[in-house]
């Protein structure tokens, strides 16, 4: 009785066992990311973009710092009372403008003594000159001794002449520095002195400071590294300077290098470069912080791809490169250089080649694709 009880729960075990088996092999799996699917079937959306040739242009960048080419603080050179100041805050002088005048009848009164001297000892020499003359056509009746003392008398009056025209261009130019001028052509800053004040030469802050903004000059740094690279460029001929602003990257001039420095700073590791600018419309300012831009070299004719393109892997750099049928295969490149948005590709890449420029970050070898046009700008990445 036991037995057949045992036998009749193996085959009832057997039966439902059968059944599910069945139910499993005759009924299809949903369709979904566990479905088993070749990985790639499904086209991924990128940006594309081409390969291209161009000549591209090589930039050093250093921060560097906007300095007046000129700055001069002008100082009276007497002692007198200021009577007028003949410029404005802010306003643009030139070369021998007048500034302020000082009051000029002191010096006019000592201009005055020292002809009035000048004269008199004229004369005084006029008529030893005279009395020479008689001794000497008097001949035999005239001593030596008369005649040797009349000539030194006229070496001494022609000496005293002498020291009186300098005293009288001493008091002339005495007179000429109560009329302060402009030394040199610029912009004058903020009045240090008002009208009416007493005003010495040993005063140390002087009237007005005028700084030449036209041309002007930024001193900038660059790596002790690239110097070598400059100075060669620099003996082939003037390599071009752009100043950029530092928030928004807007040229705001476009110059040549000046001056190298003639040491390296050994603090920072960076030598000193001064380039000069025509700043026709005042957008460099002394003071200024800016980035300039040293144009060293062109590449001719080089493979470039938008920065964005090339992707950093444990082997080296790369670019996802498209095939005719819509895939995409990992390309190794050799970079140059990246700058304004796009790299140079040295070796590894053709020109006209397809590659993915963004949405790289779901891509592996043999991918499928679905590409887009890149934006102008080049922006997006992996």
Known sequence: MRSRTALAFVLVALLAAGGLGWHFVRVPAKAGPGSGQAPGSQAIPVTAGVAKTDDVPLYRTGLGTVQAFNTVTVKVRVDGQLNTVAFTEGQDVKTDDVLAQIDPRPFQAALDQAKATQVKDEAQLGNARLDLTRFVDLGEFATKQSVDTQRALVRQLEATVQADSAAVENAQVQLDYTTIKAPLSGRTGLRLVDPGNIVHATDPNGLVVIT????????FTLPQDELQEVIKQTAAGGLKAFATARTNGQVLGEGVLALVDNQ????????????????????????????????????????????????RGPDGMYVYVIKPDSTVAMQAVTVADMMDGNAVVQDGLAAGTAIVVSGQYRLQQGSRVQAGVAAADNSGGG
């Open 264 to 311: 390296i700073d050994p603090n920072t590791g960076t030598v000193r470069l001064k380039a000069t600018f025509p700043n026709d419309d005042y957008a460099l300012w002394p003071g200024q912080f800016v980035n300039v831009r040293l144009q060293v070299r062109t590449l001719q004719q080089v493979v470039t791809v938008p920065s964005p393109a090339v992707q």
């Open 212 to 219: 030449q903004l036209q041309p002007i000059s930024v001193i």
